[in-house]
């Protein structure tokens, strides 16, 4: 199995916390909280002052659209609710 974080089949081995999982975005993108009520959207950079990064058990996937030729990030927990899709 591979330790890419990146990976959308990878299970406890690729967890990060939440703050890592922001740290490798760019801190202008644009994530949508898909678990809150009126799905607030931000960039990076203020979801990072708004969140607790050191909450474990998240990890970073890359979601493919179009037949691969478009491809969005995506922050999720693992067996949990909490998602961030960028927008």
């Known amino acids: 199995m591979s330790s890419h974080p990146e990976s959308s089949v990878e299970t406890s ?3 990060m916390t939440l703050g890592q999982c922001l740290n490798l975005l760019h801190k202008d993108l644009v994530l949508v909280d898909m678990a809150s ?3 607030p959207t931000h960039p990076v950079s203020k979801w990072k002052k ?3 990064l050191d909450a474990p058990g998240y990890e970073l996937r890359t979601m493919s659209f ?3 030729r478009t491809q969005k990030k995506s922050i ?3 067996d949990g609710p909490r998602a961030w899709h960028e927008w």
Request: aromatic letters at 0%.
């Open 13 to 15: 081995p690729s967890a």
């Open 50 to 52: 708004l969140l607790a």
């Open 76 to 78: 999720v927990q693992i």
């Open 66 to 68: 179009n037949h691969g």
């Open 37 to 39: 009520p009126g799905k």
